[in-house]
């Protein structure tokens, strides 16, 4: 094992290969953005839970992820290399948005009418707001 290679480091590097922010890899394993900073910084161990997550957010096979919680948990014994080629991208989740923009609101289809009121009224000089 290569004594300079910590898991911070290690994960860092990975995060980087698979082209994802600290933020987009918090938001993908539910925790909070400072935690993978501290983690990243070696300033944090991560619980097994966050491994196992971590390990899912990274895109390791079945067969690395006992080696990468035992390597993110602190066992001198489970260093992981990283990969020579970047691996295939992991799809963010449908469920969460790709930016910080809020929701886009569902569309008005048929409420044509309701578009034209809510227009003539927005048109009248004596109309400041309308809710």
């Known amino acids: 094992m290569t004594e300079d290679v910590t898991f911070g480091r290690w994960l ?3 995060r980087r290969r698979r082209d994802l922010t600290q933020e987009s890899l918090a938001t993908r394993v539910g925790y909070a953005l400072a935690a993978v900073r501290r983690v990243e910084a070696d300033d944090l161990r991560p ?6 997550k971590l390990a899912d957010a990274l895109g390791l096979a079945t067969d690395e992820r006992p080696a990468f919680v035992r390597f993110a948990r602190g066992e001198r014994d489970a260093y992981l290399p990283l990969p020579a080629a970047p691996a295939t991208p992991v799809p ?3 469920s969460l948005p790709r930016h910080n923009l809020p929701a886009q609101p569902t569309p008005l289809i048929g409420r044509e009418t309701e578009i034209q009121a809510v227009c003539n009224r927005l048109s009248r000089p004596d109309v400041r707001l309308l809710t």
């Open 12 to 14: 860092r590097q990975r």
């Open 92 to 94: 963010a989740p449908t």
């Open 47 to 52: 619980s097994r839970e966050l491994a196992e």
